[in-house]
DNA sequence: TCTGTATGCCGATCTTAATTTCCAAAAGGG
DNA sequence: CCCTTTTGGAAATTAAGATCGGCATACAGA
């Protein structure tokens, strides 16, 4: 059950229609779109299995392809797992500064911020399994990538922190951390249980515990 | 470079003293004195390398003794790491339901909570490593374990918010989850940080970030 | 239309690395 | 002194990432 679907280019040189049917190997492609493909399959393969879990072929296989195709296109797994996961921290990165900008009331931003954050979590590529559950978190290249985005997050937040209670730089950072994590964890976690509670309504939830706890947070208890 | 201590066993067999000096291979062991060795060494190189990282090799030299001894003790390297995260698993959960149930005030509550986390994760075995940044978070076992442990902690938290909010059950969830990942986000970039921010003054920061959040929460906004 | 060239593609290996096991030697108790 | 248990060197096994050489196709220019 290897071989089922080869007889296309054994049986003759007739070019018939361009296009082939579902679940045959591809015809050729011009190099970008056979790269994004190849990013696409390496995405579903990546999402259901992990890192560790995906095998290259098992990616080339998804993309009705051989496995040295996909190293004419990617040197190695792990660049290939990079180039997945720059993609998504960088649209990512655009959402979260695109709430943060979209208005200059502290109070609107978080509410925006949340629901931006619920939205990528909820984007049906799952590019959050790539992003937040990675099992490559020991790969120096990788964490650095989530620090870096982290650290841009934490620090937007943070800034709104300070500016709306004058904590010091250190402590609005905390905080800001803080409040970014509790964003990832309770996403990943209205995902699961979806079909219960509307996106709008989850997110809001969120905001509104974030909002009250540092809306002119106290500096003494 | 790779048999560098080895000489001990090959010159000839004078048993001299019966505990070896360190660096060399360990004399004969009551079997659960020599598995708890076994478990510190595994600790300690996952926590190095992360599960996928980790060599049974390594740790087997780590702890001074061959693989064959490491498999009569462990039947294989997932079941080694399983061993590891059970037992940090439950320390936590005792340090967690412990902190809940140290006082019947929930502002108390949630300000035991939070220093019960921080100490946890600045624990100098840095389990927290093994049970937060696990690179096995697709193994089924793996997943489960830490979802049992997940919902015991955001449960509880849960009844708290419930308690003091009215709020109805799936929406104190979705907050004791929030609250949850709060929790854990900060604690590690705190211990990150480390030597800028005491402890309890960290943890207390948060705390308070989240009792303001939570302590009557509105249930319209 | 014919031919040469560059590009895309694949089957079949190659290679490496890490887990797991085999078997003989040593240690210690009765 | 023998017998059971424990140990380690070395090797088997497997699995997955990476590669080699050749074949087919499209297309440009004569």
Redesign the pocket.
Known sequence: MV?EA?AD?ASG?E?AA?QRTAGQ???????DE?RAQLLAAAQEVFVANGY?G????EIAETA?????????HF????ELYLALLDSHLASLTDLMLGALSSTTDNDERVQAVMRAYYRFIASDDQAHRLVFESDLINDPDVSSRLETFNKTFADAVARVIAEDTKLPQLEAQLLGRGLAGMAQVSARYWLETDGNLDLDVASDLIYRLAWRGISRFPKES
């Open positions: 071989h080869r280019r040189g070019p361009p190997r591809s015809a050729r492609l011009p190099r056979r560790h995906a095998a290259m072929d009705h392809v051989s496995k040295p195709v996909l190293y004419q040197p190695s797994k792990r």
